[in-house]
């Protein structure tokens, strides 16, 4: 019961994920391939459960994750750029459906009984395996930007319990098609919890780091011989930076007038003369 507790809070921690990919409508650099594993993978242990008896928690827990997993799908379907939105629903028809769909038909008419279960314990295994290794793509990413935005803790931290409690439970039941793949889920999440550690504390580093950059902006001053000249000076937030560049402003239409009266003074005396 403890392992059905973990694995909602693992199926529900993407939850903060959708609430800003909804307020913000768009999916930002969020990838769909996980979500996508997981469904297909509850999908294959709930009808592993089915099969098999004494599993009344792998049909609950699987049950609901195949709900929360297809929610988050539709989401991401949503607000996801149309390249994105594209590449998953191919990934969709052809896995959740077409795949797993090949499947259902295979073991039900090439295998029976008790080695149909066994099969499908170990395609089981086989896909977990792969549920696991998915957020892979998401450590390199990590790796590479130093930056652990895109990579939840919440959901690191779930699965790795998850993984801890599946793998006893499987252990209990002997069972080896439900421990082995939570050796590997335990072994990555603490892998990503301990890369978010890390570029955690390098993201702060470099934002201390950084200083605001300079914005700078022409100010045309107008010359009292020839052409415009331009200056770059600092935009400066304070509001003296306004007052300067205004008694600039004045102090060239002054020299503008200037430059004026001396031509209008130098045409009366010609026309004097």
Known sequence: MTGNIISTMVYLAPVPTFIRIFKKKSTEDFQSLPYLMALFSSMLWLYYA???KDTILLVTINSFGCIVETTYI???IVYAA???RVSTIKLLISMNMGLFSLILLLAHFLVSGSVRVKVLGWLCVAFSVCVFAAPLNIL?????TKSVEFMPFTLSFFLTLSAVMWFAYGLLLKDLCIALPNIL???LGLLQMLLYGIYRNAQKVEEKKKLPGQNLKSIVILGAVGGP???PVDAKPDVN???EEHDQTEEAKEDEKTMEASQDKLQSNECAV
């Open 229 to 231: 000249e331009v200056y």
């Open 140 to 144: 390199k990413q990590v790796i590479r």
């Open 50 to 52: 089915m099969l098999k």
């Open 185 to 187: 889920g335990f072994i």
């Open 74 to 76: 539709a989401i991401y």
């Open 241 to 243: 930076g306004g007052a």
């Open 82 to 84: 149309r390249e994105s």
